[in-house]
């Protein structure tokens, strides 16, 4: 939800409001990047030897969240940089899990190994691993499953009971969003509506959410076991369909992300870290308020090839930043193009050289290397 201020215009204090807002928007970003930079493996024990020995597959998940390839510790010249796992580890923690393995409840112990997002960045730049940076979209999930006793929706607090579902989301960077399920939700959708998968009327009750990419499920038990149909659908179109049987529900759950994951990636994840990383001069358009300035500066803190973002000045409505990227300045242009906060204004401003430093009264009306305008 969208707040406004009731002031017009910005406080008469720029500068603390800068304060404030860079150590606010850091810590929101901070917290949602957090988890693709850690990986998850199963464990017997917590010792140095065994944890020593599991960091590369703790790696290994990380560069397949961070690519969106699940071939990507494959790839050559990514496994050969796999033993570097220990290099890049920043911290570890453990949890433990009770689980069901073939009937019976065991304990199941997990290793979290948090990685240097600096030094993550740079072994995919130099392996050539695409990208898939965040912020990501958080697929709205509409899932009816008919387990022979008629089929039911899944609401949001129903969600922690599908452990597969949730941690093949984990396990690929995704962040499913499920429906309330409520009054107004259930004047719009049915459940016949999801097994037919309605896209249409499903694609009016997205609206509430803001969601711009559904997944849309059903999971019906038979004779010989299960069988499922998926749709994936993102801005009122349908991007993927398909359908499958096993014997396990858990399975079919766990691969229905996996494929979404597969079919957003293919779109989201580009090689950003092209061409030299450098230095450059942008302005945001449509910062109207303290509330603008946090979404816009908090975005590009959050892409993968921005290492740094600071504000500089704004007057009026537009603010002026110094960004250092991990590439080109048309790398910016393409990620920003794949999202839905910001707007390039124009591709032909004048390129001028970036000084060293940037002066605190730097020019707000031109010399930018790129101009952009918050979407509202």
């Not at 002031?7 to 500068?15: A, F, L, M």
């Not at 730049?125 to 008919?146: K, N, Q």
């Not at 001069?281 to 959050?302: M, N, Q």
Request: aromatic share 6%; net charge neutral.
């Amino acid at each position: 939800m969208r707040f406004v201020s009731c002031r017009p215009g910005w406080p008469r204090s720029i500068k603390l409001l800068f304060s404030l807002l860079f150590a606010l928007s850091t810590a929101g970003v901070a917290q949602a990047q957090s988890s693709l930079y850690e990986g998850e493996v199963a464990v017997t024990t917590q010792s140095d030897s065994e944890r020593s020995a599991m960091l590369s597959q703790a790696l290994a998940q990380v560069l397949i969240k961070l690519s969106g390839d699940v071939n990507a510790p494959q790839r050559p010249a990514v496994r050969a940089r796999l033993p570097d796992a220990r290099l890049l580890m920043q911290q570890f923690r453990y949890r433990q899990a009770l689980e069901n393995v073939g009937g019976q409840m065991q304990q199941r112990l997990y290793l979290i190994a948090g990685f240097d997002k600096a030094g993550i960045d740079a072994l995919m730049a130099d392996t050539g691993l695409p990208l898939w940076a965040p912020p990501r979209p958080s697929p709205l999930l509409w899932l009816a499953i008919d387990d022979g006793s008629g089929a039911r929706l899944v609401s949001s607090a129903q969600a922690a009971s599908l452990a597969p579902l949730n941690d093949a989301a984990e396990r690929r960077g995704l962040s499913l969003t499920f429906p309330l399920l409520d009054a107004e939700d259930r004047t719009q959708v049915s459940v016949d509506d999801v097994l037919s998968q309605r896209g249409d009327r499903l694609d009016a009750a997205a609206q509430r959410y803001a969601a711009r990419v559904q997944l849309i499920g059903k999971l019906v038990r038979g004779a010989n076991g299960w069988r499922s149909a998926w749709q994936l659908r993102e801005r009122g179109e349908a991007a993927d369909s398909w359908q499958g049987s096993n014997i396990d529900p858990a399975t079919l759950l766990a691969s229905a992300v996996d494929r979404s994951a597969d079919a957003l990636a293919k779109r989201y994840a580009v090689p950003v870290f092209v061409g030299e990383p450098g230095r450059y001069r942008i302005a945001i358009d449509g910062i109207e308020d303290a509330e603008d300035f946090s979404r816009a500066l908090g975005y590009l803190r959050g892409l993968g090839m921005v290492r740094r973002a600071t504000p500089l000045a704004a007057r009026d409505a537009r603010l002026l930043l110094a960004v250092e990227l991990a590439g080109s300045i048309d790398g910016l242009r393409h990620m920003v193009a794949l999202g839905d906060v910001l707007g390039d204004v124009d591709e032909a401003l004048p390129r001028e050289p970036v000084p060293t430093s940037f002066p605190q009264g730097a020019l707000i009306d031109g010399n930018q290397d790129a101009r952009f305008r918050l979407q509202q």
